[in-house]
Structure formats: C-alpha cells, structure tokens
Nanobody
Framework: VQLQASGGGLVQAGDSLRLSCVAS????????VGWFRQAPGKEREFVTA????????YYADSVKGRFTISRDNAKNTVYLQMNSLKPEDTAVYYC???????????????????WGQGTQVTVSS
C-alpha cells in the first residue's frame, strides 16, 4: 500500500486547510487510516483516525470540534479538513494505514503499517 499526502501550506491563524491522503496498491476497506503530526523538537502525536469500512472516527482532544476526517471510497482518499487553525497546529502531517487494530489503540503510531511522506502545515499568528 502506498500513501500520498498533500494539501499542506502556509496559512494564518483562523484559516482552514484540507489535507488529502490517496491510497494505492493493495488497499482494503478494513483498514484504519490515521493522521499524525510532528512539530519540530516534539514527539509525533495522533490527530485523528477513521475506520474505512464503517466510517467511525476518532479525534485527539486538541483537535475535536476543529478537524474532521472523512473518506471517499471511489477515490481511495481520506481527507482531513482543518478549521480554525492555530499556530500550535504547525507540524508535518502524515497519513498512515493500519491493517490490524482495535478502536482503543488507534492513537498508537507503532500500530500503523504504511506511512505517507508527510505534508507541511504552517500556521502563522
């Protein structure tokens, strides 16, 4: 499975961005797809995830109410709609896919088998 993330950029606080993660290769509707981010000098952190076949979603507390994850089955694409962006959202954002998981451990990066290359999001104050 190959994942291609895109859509990052430089925006101002309060603006919106939509990231895309296109999956190709031997994909499966049973996968979980997550977004993680890593800011300079910080650990990678979980942002959100979606169980592809049922559409159930999970969010980190820091983004609840501002970020929305969704998927387009026809395009094999997962989107991350980010609204009301804050400077602390600045990071490289990665999408990842997990083939084996429980809903209780989707926040664990080591769970994910496939990773995209990352896209930079910079939010200025």
């Amino acid at each position: 499975v190959q994942l291609q993330a895109s859509g990052g950029g430089l925006v101002q606080a309060g603006d919106s961005l939509r990231l895309s993660c296109v999956a190709s290769g031997r994909t499966s509707s049973r996968y979980a797809v997550g977004w993680f981010r890593q800011a300079p000098g910080k650990e990678r952190e979980f942002v959100t995830a979606i169980i592809w076949n049922v559409g159930r979603t999970y969010y980190a507390d820091s983004v609840k109410g501002r970020f929305t994850i969704s998927r387009d089955n026809a395009k094999n694409t997962v989107y991350l709609q980010m609204n009301s962006l804050k400077p602390e959202d600045t990071a490289v954002y990665y999408c990842a896919a997990a083939t084996r998981y429980f809903s209780t451990n989707l926040e664990t990066g080591q769970l994910y088998d496939f990773w995209g290359q990352g896209t930079q999001v910079t939010v200025s104050s």
